[in-house]
């Protein structure tokens, strides 16, 4: 059996490390008196990795700005830098309310820019399957062989008090958080309910303002049409139009 965790583990690393991780420059236009969604992806992808909530986004009426950033072979603190950069250069001047939406690792980075970085015009937060007590998938692949391959911002996402996500301070501003729930071969790893790289008791916050739970693969929430309206809804409203605890 932990022979065939070990497989499933660093097949799903394999298949994160080889997607196409390019970046294009952060997307910026003038907002107008739109509201601005600033929107970061996950580990190991690129800014047209959000392309269908960004759609969705602006079908909503909002301005969004996608960040890129590189994450393999880097720290967790090179990649706060340049995503800080991206966001005061294409934020900073705005006057009009801005939002922040982040998928897995982009949550935790958003998190990381709003302690130093916090605007006055703050708006909303939304974390998507994001681990903010860390993930034990990153536990198990810390001293394994392969482990190496993900980069130490990867192997920081542990559960440990010294990782990177248990080192952040709770939020003082509204946040909605999203957990995704599917069956995989990694529950065996992973305590509770999970969405196969994250369990869900993981994505919550002590000082969240709404919690919600859907039925999506942890990848796939970037595509997941409730996941997308239940986001806009909480930029709108400040609370998920349902609201499911477990």
């Known amino acids: 059996m932990k022979q065939k965790i070990l497989l499933v583990t660093l097949a799903s690393l394999l298949i994160v490390l080889l997607v ?44 969004v700005e996608t960040i890129g950033y590189a994450s393999l072979n880097r720290t967790s603190q090179q990649i706060i830098q340049e995503i800080s950069q991206q966001i005061n250069d294409c934020c900073r001047s705005i006057s009009n309310r801005v939002h922040f939406v982040g998928h897995s690792l982009g949550g935790l980075l958003i998190r990381a820019y709003l302690v130093d970085s916090r605007p006055d015009n703050l708006g909303r937060v939304v974390l998507i399957g994001t681990p903010n007590r860390g993930s034990e998938i990153a536990d198990y692949a810390n001293g394994k062989w392969w482990g190496h391959l993900a980069g130490p911002a990867a ?20 946040v909605g958080v999203i957990a995704g729930v599917r ?9 509770g309910l999970d969405d196969g790289l994250v369990s869900v008791e993981s994505t919550k916050l002590d000082k969240m303002q709404d919690f919600m739970v859907v039925p999506s693969g942890h990848s796939m929430m970037r595509y997941n049409n409730e996941v997308a309206d239940q986001t806009i809804h909480f930029l709108r409203q ?3 139009r349902k609201s499911e605890t477990l």
């Open 183 to 191: 069956s995989s071969d990694n529950d065996e790893l992973i305590p």
């Open 238 to 240: 400040g609370q998920f």
């Open 155 to 174: 192997l920081s996402l542990g559960t440990t008090k010294e990782s990177f996500p248990n080192t952040l301070p709770e939020p003082d501003y509204p």
């Open 20 to 63: 196409p991780i390019w970046q294009n420059p952060a997307e910026s236009s003038e907002p107008g008196e739109k509201e601005v969604v600033v929107l970061l992806h996950g580990l190991a992808r690129s800014n047209t990795a959000m392309w269908r909530l960004k759609q969705r986004l602006e079908e909503a009426d909002f301005h």
